[in-house]
């Protein structure tokens, strides 16, 4: 038997990061910048104000105090937006609001709480006569934003390799870039295989099951990063099988159903002898695994990892095998760090076999058993109420309470 490390090894060696693509900003989020990102623009691009106030001269206002007031006389305003404002001159102020341009000539900005003015919405300034008494000037501060104080033109803001979250495009944003060079995610063609198979919402006759593999293989590419493509599911048979791999136009592509032992286990039948290799991996569920590079008809070395049928093994088969895989496609690591949690009632696992237990946390952030029967590969109801996978190396003998497990979250 194969460890499950070398297993997860051989897969991601077939693989490596795409090329890289054109994205919208909002298209962007969890892929990989191919292409560093440099400043268009100063940000801010304009000298503005950092608060709602009054833009005056320092020498003006300098012995203000709230016994001695100076009293300013208001010849107009700025605000957010604002394409042009009066300069300031001695013994007048004008008024600012947050964001807006620093008129000319200004110095510094008197917040309106140090002033006599109280700033009702929409309240017009008096236009003759109007005037603000300055009851005290900020010591050391103008609070002034200045042109370029965040980058300046040209100035470099992400390198290649940056991981596109939501603070890395509100900087891409920032500087004026409306799309950015990242690498693409890759499509994920999803086969389900078997004659039994039923897509949800179907009656079911005899001996027939709903087919649930494509939906959680879908919803896991996604998951991933990668973009599914759901192939109609085929039955049992080698014509099916490889017009249908012929037919999937992928950058990877995952079966589930007909890897073990029976006489019509037709996925191994067929793709053992079409450079898939079948192995037995250390690990529960998920035993029966097949991963190569198909070269057959218009298939000319695309990846492909062969999942066992029972929807619990698939998904834990997806999580170990493919998401890593998926990953390198996108330019990540292949494991994301895991996070280690308590146990807060334990399980029984296989001797030998890296064990994948479906859990729930409990409200103290404890994990226990999501499924009341186990961790048998068939319980895909059970799942209803799964979080993560807690991770059992295979030298450990049993879970008790109060140890600590290493999870991969399947949910949120
Ligand atoms: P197989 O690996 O094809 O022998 O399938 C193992 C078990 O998983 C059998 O009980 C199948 O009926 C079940 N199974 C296979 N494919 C699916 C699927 N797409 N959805 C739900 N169950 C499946
Ligand atoms: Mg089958």
């Not at 604002?82 to 510094?108: F, I, Y």
Request: hydrophobic fraction near 45%; charge should be negative.
């Amino acid at each position: 038997m194969r460890s499950v490390d070398e297993h997860v090894a051989a897969a991601v060696a077939l693989v490596s990061p795409l090329p890289a693509t054109e994205v919208e900003l909002a298209e962007a989020i969890g892929l990989v910048l191919a292409e560093a990102v440099t400043a268009q623009v100063d940000s801010p691009p304009f000298d503005n104000s950092a608060m709602d106030g009054f833009a005056v001269l320092w020498a003006d206002v300098e012995h203000a105090t709230k016994a001695v007031p100076v009293t300013l006389r208001v010849t107009g305003e700025s605000v957010a937006g604002s394409e042009s404002a009066p300069t300031v001159t001695p013994g007048c102020a004008v008024r600012v609001m947050t964001g807006a341009p620093v008129p000319d000539g200004a110095e510094l900005i008197i917040p309106v709480e140090a002033t006599s003015a109280s700033f009702a919405m929409f309240e017009p300034i008096d236009a003759d006569g109007a005037s603000v008494q300055i009851f005290d000037a900020p010591i050391g501060r103008t609070h002034i934003r200045r042109r370029g104080e965040d980058v300046v033109t040209g100035q470099v803001v992400m390198q290649p390799g940056v991981l596109l979250g939501p603070s890395q495009l509100a900087a891409a944003a920032s500087i004026g870039a409306s799309r950015l060079s990242a690498i693409r995610r890759p499509v994920v063609a999803i086969l389900a295989t078997g004659d039994e198979l039923v897509a949800p919402g179907e009656p079911l006759r005899p001996g027939q099951i709903y087919d649930s593999n494509s939906v959680v293989l879908a919803a896991s590419v996604r998951r991933a990063g990668g973009i599914p493509r759901v192939l109609t599911r085929v039955g049992d048979t080698a014509e099916g099988l490889l017009a249908a791999l012929e037919g999937a136009h992928a950058d990877l592509i995952v079966t589930s159903g007909g890897v073990s032992a029976g006489v019509y286990d037709v996925v191994k039948g067929v793709l053992a002898e079409r450079g898939v290799t079948f192995v037995k991996v250390a690990m529960q569920p998920g035993k029966p695994q097949g991963i190569g590079t198909l070269h057959f008809g218009t298939l000319d070395g695309t990846p492909i990892a062969c999942l066992p049928g029972n929807p619990v093994s698939s998904l834990v088969s997806f999580e170990v095998i493919v998401a890593p895989m998926v990953r390198v496609m996108l330019g990540l690591p292949p494991h994301r760090p895991l996070e280690s949690v308590i146990v807060a009632q334990g399980w029984a696992t296989p001797p030998e076999r890296q064990q994948y237990m479906p859990v729930r946390f409990h409200p103290d952030g404890s994990v226990l058993p999501a499924t009341g029967g186990g961790s048998g590969s068939h319980l895909v109801a059970s799942l209803a109420l799964a979080e993560a996978l807690a991770v059992v190396p295979a030298d450990v003998d049993s879970v008790r309470e109060g140890d600590t497990v290493e999870l991969i979250r399947i949910s949120g």
